[in-house]
């Protein structure tokens, strides 16, 4: 894995994401936090989740052919930049002491228009600086590396705030969104080779037909729709989960958060020194189906610090299935495909998550937080238990780049 390292294109992106990623967190969790706080409403969470995921959705429609056209670095540090610039309001707010949960609404949704841009840039740019047999061990640094920053995050944002309170961590976000935003403007200029002169709308098809040609890519996108609405549906409610049900405070909440990445980045140490599997199907689908079953675990223990460890369990299950399905894409997608194919993947993959959220939100306020995690849970393994037995996925074992007419 070292020489990855010798290849400065790749070291500006995996930084990069490093602080973003870290900036992230750190974005997910005061928010939450400040939104409890302020509303102490478990359908408030949910209808933040819903206004993230909804922008996102619509400018992941829009984006996608558009990718191709442009620089990609320009894209990735934009994104950040207009994140860092977004969360200077409610950081002036709450020191003014006039922060309220509509501002939080506010640059959430602001938010939700920037990830769909950064995401499949950040993949179709990995992509490009690696050689194709080095993407499963480039994916797996990267996802390492995204989890050790969800590990240290939590736990550090969860101790600021108990101790100093929710302002450091809110210059603290817009510090390392800023750096972040700088780094990426290092990258070598990164454009995929299209001419991009087609309609918006013909580029877009082009990347629906990708997915017609490669039905096993489709129903993976299909998969995760569910299994992501799934999901979904209780991580806006993990912050109440400890606080309310396991009687936690932001400090506990950070070490629960921390205890997934910590499992998340076991499962990428021993993917990054495992050889390729030989059935990726089995591995991609067993692993969810254990990953559903330990989350309806999550919403039935009673005891805080085996919700810390049930939940490393299941961060060490989910990534595995990420970091294959990722090396999957870059490996059959063509170059001058890849924005737009990636794009309709993740529109695929997310277009259940803002009504998962929201509904969340309701379940749990009215009927509670087992019955949510329960059915949730339920439903990812039961999802995952049809894939491992339908034929389509077999296809799932063939690396061969698909060739997508036009």
Not at 4 to 32: C, D, E, P, Y
Not at 153 to 160: A, I, K, N, S
Not at 249 to 258: E, I, Q, R, V
């Amino acid at each position: 894995m070292s020489d990855l390292f010798k290849n400065r294109s790749f070291v500006f992106i995996w930084l990069g994401q490093a602080v973003a990623g870290l900036g992230g967190t750190f974005f997910a969790f005061v928010m939450s936090w400040l939104l409890l706080e302020l509303t102490g409403s478990m359908v408030a969470m949910g209808t933040a989740w819903l206004l993230f995921w909804l922008p996102s959705l619509a400018v992941q429609l829009w984006s996608g052919p558009w990718l191709d056209r442009w620089d990609r670095r320009n894209v990735l540090a934009f994104s950040q930049f207009a994140c860092a610039t977004m969360l200077v309001a409610p950081m002036i707010l709450f020191f003014s002491g006039h922060l309220q949960a509509w501002h939080i609404y506010a640059v959430t949704f602001g938010n939700g228009l920037m990830e769909p841009l950064f995401r499949p840039a950040s993949m179709a740019v990995v992509a490009s600086v690696l050689p194709r047999n080095r993407l499963v061990k480039g994916n797996s640094l990267l996802e390492g590396t995204q989890q050790i920053m969800y590990l240290v995050g939590p736990p550090l944002g969860g101790g600021l705030i108990r101790y100093l309170g929710a302002g450091p961590v809110l210059v603290l976000m817009v510090v390392l969104t800023a750096v972040a935003a700088t780094l990426l403007t290092m990258l070598p200029s990164c454009r995929s080779g299209s001419t991009g002169r087609e309609p918006w709308l013909t580029q877009f098809r082009q990347g629906l037909v990708f997915f017609r040609q490669n039905p096993a890519l489709f129903w993976v996108g299909i998969f995760l729709a569910i299994s992501n609405t799934c999901a979904s549906a209780t991580s806006p409610m993990l912050l109440p989960l400890i606080t309310e049900r396991l009687a936690g405070d932001a400090f506990h909440y950070g070490l629960f958060t921390g205890a997934g990445s910590l499992g998340m980045i076991a499962a990428t140490v021993w993917t990054g020194l495992s050889r390729e599997p030989g059935d990726r199907r089995l591995v991609m689908m067993g692993f969810q189906v254990a990953g559903g079953l330990i989350l309806a675990l999550i919403g039935l223990v009673t005891n805080l610090w085996v919700a810390i460890i049930l939940n490393s369990i299941y961060g060490f299950t989910m990534i595995i299935f990420n970091i294959h399905n990722n090396t999957i894409y870059q490996k059959r997608v063509p170059a001058d495909l890849m924005g737009r194919v990636f794009a309709v993947r993740i529109l695929l993959a997310q277009l259940g998550m803002p009504v998962g959220g929201f509904v969340g939100g309701v379940v749990a306020e009215f009927w509670g937080l087992p019955l949510l995690f329960i059915i949730a849970g339920g439903m990812v393994a039961l999802v995952a238990l049809i894939a491992l037995v339908s034929p389509v996925f077999l296809n799932l074992n063939d690396d061969n780049m698909a060739e997508a007419s036009m």
